[in-house]
């Protein structure tokens, strides 16, 4: 096994926490807003389902090949050409989702605080940091993760409180105006950030209690599902129906903080759950892309090819898209369509195709047993 | 010995180091406190900045302040839109303007009856600007507005600020706006204030009063008219933003009568919409508590009886504030500022997407009632009045 580092389940649910809220309740809140208006809250509810679908498929997939990852048991389901042939698309497909992530990364810092400061040189820092977490490898992410998720999860629940004297009830009133339908439109957003879930497949095979792995999972899609709800509904409540006109809601929510006239000024916090959260989620993802790539090119250890991947993450992340404008349209319509068919569809047709033929299998099985007994 | 490759990459990641394309010191940024816009000419609008002086500042800090000096000082631009006007100023000004600082932002009479919505986009969409910041609309020119020198603050965004804290009038802040501007009713109403320069004793000669005079309604996002502040109150009181309040009422009663003072210490507002054979009905429930804070009548404020009297005049008093106001707003400007149209969209949803779009003429014909409840709690520090000979104290 190229990784030779183990975590617990409890590690693999906090390093995907933040792999998923880090963009997430920065994003998220616009783009249910913009579907679901008042019922915004709701979404990422149905997008949740997602989450739990594709961990428990991962999970299925894990158990049918424990020390494997997504890359290597493909080949496994599929055939050696079909299956090297999905593993480079599942590569080109982390390379692309990690190139987004750093872009979003990079176009906050520099939309909101370093507005001078070239772009490429916000995207190769991060992603120079992000290298050296992921050459430590994946026990380094975790204990990395265990030191920063409960911070962010502190900056994050602070923020929520101080505004609390601002929320106003009413704003969410009247509840499903238009019915189900906007509420199911709005999930997109939030499906496609659960469906980030399948990760797990690169971590599962490395735990140290695989059987505690579902459990944890779904633990973790449920505390992504709570931060989602609280971060739409305090942006809901306060914003009303202004949320969807506004680029990061969660931000100006920091930025209208004013606790007895002097404590303002707080998006300096919001940055810090920005840069903290997105350090994981970058980090996890690439490690993702470079273990992968490892895997599928056979190399006996994936260090060598940190840096060389990550200058092409910086290139990726240039070139994903011309302008913010573009990037957040893409992220509202074909990207969702995208996400969900690589990372819910096809992993749920590997599985299907993989019980199938063990059921094929065993009845093959069985018959050809039934033949040598008829023979004896 | 030294790896050469360590070498290389800790020379690399100085290149990182020397990255402060963005480093702006508090000697660099001129300090923006309050926004001013005004109408100059069918194309252009002017826009005005309070800039704080560092210096005087931190002068009138050290010294307890009030030597009649400025510590802020205005200058204006004029441009096609907002944020050309703000280059404009920017040549004038030899430090980065910067609007994180920005507390209150004032319009002019004449941008508003010409249109705010183009000009309001840059608070949204410029990152330094602050959802906080209050908003007002000024009788004459709104850079007159923050040019003034009041009395007690040092600059006149820290009054325009206390103002709206104080809440005498309406405190409608940036995002307020916005969200009545968004709002399917199009209701938006903003307070009016107006500068004072009055000669009378007592009084500096080189300092300004700023006072909230009123509100101004808005239809869509052009100003229609204005309302005087006793109106305004009555409005406060059916938006349930009512903070301090203070009702005087006569009472007479066989030889007894005067004057009796109740001041708030409480209220409370529900709008309670109904709808009956077709018939939009909006009922007004007002609840408050009063203390009684000055007996100008010669009755005994002991008795249970008059204290009933009392209150029954003044749920009778508020009943008559809230109704005057309504029908400004409902009969004569046709706005509805009441939030009627929300309360309505809450309860009858579905009844509300068939109306919204016609809910300017659905408005004026709403009936409404009105359900005033006065608890009178406490007769204050003193029982019979002690300024009034016993004999003529009369127990109602």
């Not at chain 1, 970058?282 to 470079?290: P, Q």
């Not at chain 2, 409480?266 to 018939?279: A, F, K, V």
């Amino acid at each position: 096994m190229i990784e030779k580092g183990r975590i617990s389940s409890f590690q693999m649910a906090i390093i995907m926490n933040p792999a998923i809220i880090a963009t997430g309740i920065l994003l998220v809140p616009s783009l249910t807003a913009a579907k679901a208006e008042r019922d915004m809250w709701i979404s990422p509810i149905w997008g949740s389902i997602f989450g739990f679908l594709i961990v428990f498929v991962t999970f299925q997939l894990h158990k049918q090949f424990p020390k494997e990852t997504i890359i290597e048991y493909s080949e496994h389901i599929i055939g050696p050409i079909l299956g090297k042939v999905l593993g480079f698309i599942y590569l080109f497909f982390y390379l692309h989702i990690n190139g987004i992530i750093i872009r979003e990364y990079g176009e906050f810092v520099v939309g909101n605080f370093l507005f001078n400061t070239p772009l490429i040189v916000i995207l190769s820092s991060m992603v120079l940091v992000c290298a050296f977490s992921v050459r430590g490898g994946l026990e380094v992410i975790a204990r990395t993760a265990q030191i920063f998720v409960p911070i962010v999860i502190l900056l994050w629940l602070l923020i929520m409180l101080f505004l609390l004297g601002d929320l106003d009830l009413n704003k969410m009133l009247p509840v499903l105006e238009k019915g189900v339908m906007p509420t199911i439109l709005g999930a997109a957003g939030p499906a496609s950030w659960f469906s980030e879930y399948l990760l797990i497949a690169f971590m599962l095979p490395y735990l140290s209690d695989p059987e505690k792995g579902l459990k944890w999972g779904h633990l973790s899609v449920l505390s992504v599902l709570i931060i989602l709800v609280i971060t739409n509904l305090t942006t809901l409540l306060l914003f009303g129906d202004i949320t969807a006109d506004l680029l990061y809601p969660v931000m100006n929510a920091g930025r209208y903080i004013s606790i007895a006239e002097f404590f303002q000024h707080l998006e300096s916090i919001i940055m810090a759950i920005w840069i903290a959260g997105t350090f994981l989620k970058i980090s996890i993802f690439y490690y993702a892309l470079v273990l992968g790539t490892s895997q599928l090119l056979k190399i006996s250890d994936y260090k060598p090819i940190v840096f060389p991947i990550g200058l092409l993450l910086i290139l990726v992340a240039k070139w994903t898209a011309p302008n913010l404008i573009e990037l957040k349209h893409f992220l509202g319509t074909s990207s969702v369509f995208y996400f969900l068919f690589m990372q819910i569809v096809i992993p749920t047709l590997l599985l299907i195709i993989r019980l199938l033929r063990k059921k094929l299998q065993v009845k093959r099985g069985t018959k050809s047993e039934a033949i040598s007994h008829d023979k004896t | 010995m030294i790896k050469p490759s360590l070498v290389l990459l800790t020379l690399c990641n100085l290149c990182f180091l020397v990255g402060c394309w963005d480093r702006s010191e508090i000697n660099d940024i001129a300090i923006i406190t309050a926004t001013a816009l005004d109408y100059s000419n069918e194309n252009e609008i002017e826009l005005s900045v309070e800039i704080v002086i560092p210096e005087s500042m931190s002068a009138m800090v050290k010294e307890g302040g009030g030597s009649g000096a400025r510590s802020t000082f205005v200058e204006s631009a004029i441009g096609e839109t907002l944020a050309d006007a703000r280059s404009n100023l920017q040549t004038k000004v030899a430090r980065t303007l910067f609007w994180g600082h920005s507390e209150s932002t004032v319009i002019g009479e004449k941008l508003a009856e010409h249109g705010i919505k183009e000009h309001l986009d840059f608070f949204s969409r410029m990152p330094e600007t602050r959802f906080r910041n209050v908003v007002y609309v000024s009788q004459g020119k709104a850079k007159e507005i923050i040019s003034s020198l009041p009395h007690l603050e040092d600059t006149a965004s820290e009054t325009l600020h206390e103002l709206a804290q104080f809440e005498s009038g309406l405190h409608i802040t940036m995002k307020d706006l916005f969200q009545m501007l968004k709002s399917q009713t199009g209701e938006t109403t903003l307070p009016l204030i107006k500068v004072v320069q009055t000669k009378e004793e007592g009084k500096m000669k080189d300092k300004t009063q700023l006072i909230i005079n009123g509100a101004a309604l808005f239809k869509e996002d052009k100003m229609i008219g204005t309302m005087d502040q006793v109106e305004t109150r009555g409005i406060l009181w059916i938006r349930n933003e009512i903070k301090t309040a203070t009702v005087t009422i006569n009472i007479e009663d066989g030889e007894g009568k005067g004057k009796v003072s109740l001041e708030m210490i409480r209220s409370s507002t529900e709008l309670q919409p109904s709808i009956e054979n077709g018939r939009w009905k909006m009922k007004i429930i007002i609840t408050t508590e009063d203390d009684i804070i000055q007996n100008a009548s010669n009755f005994d404020m002991r008795s249970p009886d008059i204290i009933h009297k009392i209150k029954m005049k003044a749920e009778k008093d508020i009943e008559d504030r809230v109704k005057q106001a309504v029908s400004i707003v409902k009969d004569d400007k046709k706005v509805d500022i009441l939030t009627f149209g929300e309360s309505f969209r809450r309860k009858y949803p579905k009844e509300w997407q068939k109306v919204k779009d016609k809910w300017e003429e659905r408005f004026p014909e709403i009936e409404v009632e009105y359900d005033v409840t006065v608890k009178v709690l406490r007769p204050g520090e003193a029982t019979e009045p002690p300024a009034v000979p016993d004999d003529k104290v009369k127990e109602g």
